[in-house]
Nanobody, 120 residues
Framework: QVQLRESGGGSVQPGDSLRLSCAFSGRTSSRENMGWFRRPPGKDREFVASIYWNGSRAYYADSVKGRFTISRVNAENTVYLEMNSLKPEDTAVYYC?????????????WGQGTQVTVSS
């Protein structure tokens, strides 16, 4: 079992930055690939970014490439999502997930989510 808890969401203006954190725990959690997903208002959950268990590889959705950065510090049991140049269309509930790669169905464990609102 892997437990996940997101934090760092909030309300910001377009162009601002925000960093989300995901604290993970569980016997095998440091050896799991991790991902970030989001659910915009009225839409399905979508892939944002993922990172290998050892941080050696990362993958991004085209919509966030060049603006968002995923990273992890296994010694701190934390995965981060650094979000820069935020746009109103980035407004969503952001979820941390473990155990998969890109496909949402490949993930076994999910956090409860944290709200990000981008508005002027």
């Amino acid at each position: 079992q892997v437990q996940l808890r997101e934090s760092g969401g909030g309300s910001v203006q377009p162009g601002d930055s925000l960093r989300l954190s995901c604290a993970f725990s569980g016997r095998t959690s440091s050896r799991e690939n991790m991902g970030w997903f989001r659910r915009p208002p009225g839409k399905d959950r979508e892939f944002v970014a993922s990172i290998y268990w050892n941080g050696s590889r990362a993958y991004y959705a085209d919509s966030v490439k060049g603006r968002f950065t995923i990273s992890r510090v296994n010694a701190e049991n934390t995965v981060y999502l650094e979000m820069n140049s935020l746009k109103p269309e980035d407004t969503a509930v952001y979820y941390c997930a473990a155990g998969g790669w890109i496909n949402i169905k490949s993930y076994s464990y999910w956090g409860q989510g944290t709200q990000v609102t981008v508005s002027s």
